[in-house]
Every structure is written in structure tokens, then in C-alpha cells.
């Protein structure tokens, strides 16, 4: 009977959930390490009401937990929102938005590729965009709309906060050597990873784990560790990572 294969999921808790369970259905055992927890703004909720009353386009969000930190702060659902790729967007029909529409994934799962679409399928003269984000954005949307006549007004309702050690499960894997495979879904969470497996004396000890990344960002914040091998998915969604999985194990 082969072993069973022990794989790291390092996505915030609220996320790893749905995909440890895909997992373990799959007869992997798994090891949840979140690189960040999730901690949202409190009495946010006048700020955002007085963003909607300016009668925004579209309310752009980039992460599910935009979709959550929108969710907490108002009760209306007839906003018209644009998600990233299909993990912000089915957060967003989770909560009872259904003015839902979402950049293809061909186009990246990243800043510039809602960029990209926004300025294909929206009219910069027909209002302001409003940016559910965090306390740190991996790439300037703002930006990349202004420089396409877009006004874009950031809104920032969560912190994502690194934790500070690996669980104790993790470490004892690692150093056994038997860990399989670790998933990682943004760089910043690949660096926090990195780091406190450096912190807790690992370095070097990834030579058997396969890395599998969601994106070539994500792989490429991997590529100065020796892995076994680093996967990148063929498309930023959760469906291609576990593809992936399965056609690597």
C-alpha cells in the first residue's frame, strides 16, 4: 500500500479549509500552516456608505477577504462587482452579491490583468471604481486604471498579518523529511514561509518537498530554495492547483 503523502497548505485559515478538505478527500494528509491572519477594520461602515452613495461603476475586489470586509460593513447586495478571479467572486455570491463579474483567468489573476479588463469592458466616464483592499496590495491597481482615465478610490478594510513561527506539526515534518508537498498562493506568503522556516533552523531541508505555486509571481518568491520541484498552475485558480496535485503526486 503506498504512503500516504503529507501536503502544507499555507493559505489564511478561512481559505485553507475548503481546500484541505479536497484534499483529504483525496487521501492526502494534511498540514495547515496559515502565513496570515486575517484581521478587519472595525466600524468601517460610514466610510463605506459614504463611498456608496458617490454611486460608484463597480466595486473592485482582489481577494475573497475583500469580498468578506465588504460583506461585514454593508447590508446592500445590488452593487455591481468586479472580482479578480473565481475565489473572489464566488466569495462574493457567497455573501449575497449577484451583480457579479469577474476578469477571465487567461489574463493573469493579478492587478494588471483586471486592469486590462476593466479598460476593455468599462467606461472610465461612467463613475468611480472603488478598491476593497488590504493594508498592503501586491501590485498599484490604482495606478494601472489612472494611467487608462479611470478614477479609482482606494478603500481599505483588512490587514493581512504574518504570523510568527511555524505550527509545531510543520516543523516536526520538515525536519523529518517528510514533508511531501506545500502550497503557496501569493509571494508574500512564500517569503513569510521562507523566512520562518530560516527562523526555526529548515533551510535546506526542502530537498524532497514538491512547491506548487498558483502563479509564475508566486513560484518565482520560491525559486531561491532547493525544492524537489516547483509547479506553477497553468491558471490562478484553485482548480488548476489541485490538477496540478494530482498530476504530480
Not at 8 to 16: F, S
Not at 131 to 136: D, R, S, V
Not at 159 to 182: F, K
Request: include cysteine; aromatic fraction near 6%; glycine fraction near 8%.
Amino acid at each position: 500500500m503506498p504512503k500516504q503523502k503529507t501536503v502544507l497548505i499555507t493559505r489564511p485559515m478561512a481559505d485553507a479549509e475548503p481546500v484541505a478538505g479536497k484534499l483529504a478527500f483525496r487521501g492526502f494528509h494534511v498540514i495547515a500552516a496559515p502565513m496570515m491572519t486575517i484581521r478587519f477594520r472595525e466600524n468601517a461602515q460610514a466610510k463605506v456608505q459614504a463611498l456608496l452613495e458617490r454611486k460608484p461603476q463597480a466595486i473592485l475586489l482582489t481577494s475573497a477577504n475583500g469580498a468578506r470586509a465588504l460583506a461585514r460593513v454593508t447590508a446592500e447586495r445590488n452593487i455591481a462587482v468586479v472580482a479578480i478571479g473565481e475565489a473572489s467572486a464566488g466569495e462574493a455570491r457567497k455573501h449575497g452579491f449577484w451583480q457579479v463579474d469577474m476578469a477571465p483567468a487567461k489574463l493573469g489573476g493579478d492587478a494588471n490583468g483586471l486592469a486590462a479588463y476593466l479598460a476593455k469592458e468599462y467606461n472610465p466616464h461612467r463613475g468611480d471604481l472603488i478598491h476593497i483592499c488590504g493594508a498592503q496590495v501586491a501590485g498599484d491597481l490604482a495606478a494601472l486604471l489612472a494611467e487608462k482615465g479611470f478614477s479609482v478610490i482606494s478603500a481599505e478594510l483588512y490587514e493581512a498579518r504574518a504570523v510568527d513561527t511555524l505550527p509545531e506539526e510543520a516543523v516536526s515534518c520538515i525536519r523529518a523529511g517528510e514533508l511531501d508537498m506545500a502550497l503557496f498562493y501569493s509571494p508574500r506568503t512564500a517569503r513569510i514561509f521562507l523566512q520562518l522556516a530560516a527562523q526555526a533552523g529548515l533551510a535546506g531541508k526542502f530537498a524532497r518537498t514538491q512547491a506548487f505555486a498558483l502563479s509564475r509571481n508566486v513560484a518565482a518568491a520560491l525559486s531561491g530554495t532547493a525544492w524537489a520541484g516547483i509547479y506553477t498552475a497553468a491558471a490562478p485558480t484553485q482548480e488548476a492547483m489541485l490538477a496540478l496535485i494530482e498530476e504530480e503526486a
